[in-house]
């Protein structure tokens, strides 16, 4: 148990829709990342937050946004979804002493139907 | 980030020693080394970092070569249960000024533990 924690686990929806994801990190932690990993394009970095501030951004959809709470809790929100969008998403976070050393949820599916 | 070359898939039995080779010629000053397990359909897991020399936990070894541009995962006495896709991670280890520690994953090397 990384600690990490992810709701739901798994999502299924419609095109179109939208969803929220939840991620609560470890204890203490303050930095949150969104993942996304799919068959065809593997472990996918979207988005990081450090504190509740937007720290960097990576091969994240317009379609697709995140924010993290003052109580350091995250959600991915994905909207007007595609048949595309079906994926494994993770949320880790790390101790901003720790270099590379980020732990991860267990994800939450999500298809697109 | 620096570029890692991993092979796509190892095969071993039970109770061997399995090593990994990681080879990132273009590994800057401040890079570090670290190692991530996944089993299918989990989050990936922290496995191990180093810098430079030998570092050793619980679970593996990290061998790295005096010129850094390569490094070995050492997986000893494997069973079943190790059996998943381990990545290997090249990068900055400094705090830096904008904290940006996003992991840029590679497509891994898959490890089959046959009985």
């Known amino acids: 148990d990384s600690g990490v924690t992810q709701t739901p686990k798994h999502l299924i929806t419609a095109t179109g829709q939208r969803v929220t994801l939840r991620c609560s990190p470890r204890?203490?932690?303050?930095?949150v990342y969104w993942y996304q990993q799919s068959l065809d394009q593997g472990l996918q970095f979207l988005i990081q937050?450090?504190?509740?501030?937007?720290?960097a951004k990576g091969n994240i959809l317009e379609r697709f946004s995140a924010q993290q709470f003052p109580d350091l809790h995250s959600e991915l929100n994905l909207s007007s979804l595609e048949l595309g969008d079906s994926a494994l998403y993770f949320c880790?976070?790390?101790?901003?002493?720790?270099?590379?050393?980020?732990?991860f949820g267990p994800g939450t599916r999500l298809t697109v139907t | 980030l620096a570029k890692t070359t991993q092979p796509i898939s190892m095969d071993s039995y039970e109770g061997q020693e399995v090593n990994i080779t990681c080879s990132h010629n273009?590994?800057?000053?401040?890079?570090?080394i670290t190692w991530y397990q996944q089993f299918p359909s989990q989050g990936p897991r922290f496995i191990i970092q180093?810098?430079?020399t030998k570092v050793t936990n619980e679970v593996a070894s990290l061998f790295i070569p005096a010129d850094r541009k390569s490094s070995t995962l050492s997986l000893p006495r494997v069973s079943l249960s190790d059996t998943a896709v381990y990545y290997c991670?090249?990068?900055?280890?400094?705090?830096?000024?904008?904290?940006?520690?996003?992991?840029?994953f590679g497509s891994g090397t898959r490890l089959q533990v046959q009985p």
């Open positions: 880790a976070s790390s101790d901003d002493r720790s270099s590379y050393e980020q732990y």
């Open positions: 204890s203490g932690d303050l930095s």
């Open positions: 937050y450090y504190n509740g501030e937007e720290r």
């Open positions: 273009n590994i800057a000053t401040n890079d570090y």
């Open positions: 180093g810098y430079k």
């Open positions: 991670l090249v990068g900055d280890n400094t705090w830096g000024d904008t904290g940006r520690r996003a992991l840029t």
